[in-house]
């Protein structure tokens, strides 16, 4: 018995529903290792930007002046950004209608969306006013590249809908972000894959290719029979019944208008190279925009070119007489004091020495920690203190933040190599501060080391070694283990500096 089209499961949902699944895995497993829970397996962790091929084409412009990319950006993204151009100059946009998981998304809610309007669904916005608002995703598009190339920072993050779809699960996701997604997630009710028509930057870029790629959807005049089956099926509302080759922009090449979907006429609307060429079926579209795709990455690995966690390279000065150094201010939490001698001219025995450590690896983000016991109220030992000794011993300008200290060590070692020159010096010399004899660099036995932060929980410090008990004792009864210490501690007037330094004690 022959299945109507109707009827048939297709190979394109299958894909969509694989590639969504794996990006929410990827998450929740991220967020499984930052909470530290114990998993049976190990896993590489990896950032939503990790993930998105648009980061491979914002960061374009500071790659190619100053060989670097901007911040959050991983080389995984420049990755997909090369694989999706690959694709597109093959077959069209197949990112957008097949991969994207936010397009998937609003196609789900469509579904409700055509239950609840039946043949009105997605014929709503006036012809007039749809063609005007297409026109705002290369307005978009112009905007996120021209501000990213200017602040060298992911400036979409704040307003990503994709982004926000997803950091949902760990809870760091910006307002911007959060609203965009309800207004396209209520307007995907009545209209097709409203993000995708009318402001996403990725798609708009992506589109411009349609006119170049080599398969397009074609239509046979002589077997048509003009029942515009293939104008209702699109989900991008292009009239495909009265066009002989389908350039269009907004094209996601989902092949729903194709005679493998919804033309009732064998060979009729297809996917060709030319008009007499042999036409590719929707289902090997499909099996090659994936094997592309995973051959790509796969490729990439054998290379060591797919990396999903930051290089480590900060940004490069713009201006100025250190122009086209490594930035101090750049040196994040996340560094190693490897990772920040492998970027800056100083050997890693003597930021060791500095900040007396026996371990390259240490990550900087664990100093504060480390020193919050030992030193004033209001001040602190931590990145900021590597940033500018980093800054003193080469001479790179770099202003610290108010109430950043530098440990008498490092003060020692400046001395030693005769890095005084900085009129800053006599003064950081003053107020240096020393840890106590025999305080212990590494955490204590049974103990992870773990950096308190506004989101760390109890049960993060429970998983980390802390005991429960002394836990309580800091922080007074816990009825859920599972509250960020911070907000713990100010529902109970607890000044939250003072409870980090007590944890940090036990």
Same mark, same amino acid.
């Given at each position: ?38 998993? !049976? ?31 959050? =950006? ?20 197949? =990112? ?115 006119? =170049? ?24 509302? =292009? ?33 060709? !190279? ?29 290379? *060591? ?59 900087? *983000? ?79 036995? @049974? ?6 932060? @506004? ?52």
């Amino acid at each position: 018995m022959k299945i109507s089209k109707k009827h048939r499961i297709r190979l394109r949902s299958l894909v969509q529903l694989a590639f969504f699944v794996w990006v929410l895995l990827i998450v929740l497993v991220t967020e499984a290792v930052e909470r530290g829970w114990n998993l !049976p397996f190990e896993v590489k962790t990896a950032s939503l930007h990790a993930l998105c091929p648009f980061g491979g084409i914002v960061t374009l412009y500071n790659l190619v002046k100053t060989g670097v990319l901007i911040k959050k =950006i991983h080389d995984s993204a420049v990755v997909l950004a090369t694989l999706g151009v690959a694709l597109a100059i093959l077959f069209g946009p197949v =990112i957008c209608g097949w991969i994207c998981p936010l397009g998937t998304f609003q196609e789900w809610i469509g579904r409700l969306g055509r239950k609840l309007f039946k043949r009105k669904y997605n014929t709503f916005v006036p012809a007039k006013i749809d063609r005007i608002l297409r026109l705002l995703r290369y307005v978009v598009l112009v905007w996120v590249l021209v501000m990213t190339a200017l602040s060298a920072t992911l400036v979409f993050q704040a307003y990503d809908p994709y982004y926000a779809l997803f950091s949902v699960i760990h809870g760091e996701v910006a307002i911007g972000g959060l609203v965009i997604l309800i207004i396209i997630m209520l307007l995907a009710l009545v209209v097709e894959r409203p993000f995708c028509k009318y402001a996403c930057p990725y798609g708009a870029f992506l589109g411009l290719f349609n006119r =170049i790629r080599i398969f397009k959807i074609r239509r046979v005049e002589s077997t048509c029979i003009s029942c515009s089956a293939c104008n209702r099926a699109c989900p991008m509302n =292009i009239d495909v019944a009265h066009k002989k080759t389908v350039k269009d922009a907004q094209c996601i090449s989902c092949m729903e208008c194709t005679s493998d979907a919804s033309c009732p006429v064998e060979k009729t609307v297809v996917f060709s !190279p030319n008009a007499k060429g042999r036409h590719l079926s929707e289902n090997k579209v499909g099996l090659l925009t994936v094997a592309i795709l995973i051959g790509g990455i796969l490729l990439s690995v054998a290379f *060591g070119l797919w990396k999903t966690s930051s290089s480590k390279q900060p940004a490069l000065i713009k201006s100025g007489s250190f122009a086209g150094m490594p930035n101090p201010a750049d040196i994040r939490g996340s560094y190693t004091y490897q990772d920040v001698t492998n970027a800056f001219a100083v050997p890693v025995e003597v930021l060791l020495a500095a900040f007396q450590s026996q371990n390259g690896a240490q990550r900087l *983000g664990d100093l504060e920690e480390l020193w919050l016991a030992n030193i004033p109220a209001g001040t602190e030992v931590g990145t900021d203190s590597v940033r500018l000794f980093v800054a003193l011993y080469t001479g790179i300008d770099f202003e610290a933040e108010e109430g950043t200290l530098l440990p008498t060590s490092a003060i020692e070692v400046l001395e030693q190599q005769q890095k005084t020159s900085d009129p800053r010096f006599a003064d950081l010399k003053a107020s240096a501060v020393a840890l106590p004899e025999g305080l212990e660099v590494a955490p204590s036995v @049974g103990t992870t080391s773990v950096s308190i932060t @506004g989101k760390t929980t109890v049960q993060d410090l429970i998983n980390a070694g802390y005991s429960f008990s002394d836990l309580e004792k800091i922080l007074g009864k816990v009825d859920n283990k599972l509250t960020a210490v911070k907000t713990l501690a100010e529902s109970k007037g607890l000044d939250f500096s003072a409870v980090k330094a007590e944890i940090a004690a036990l």
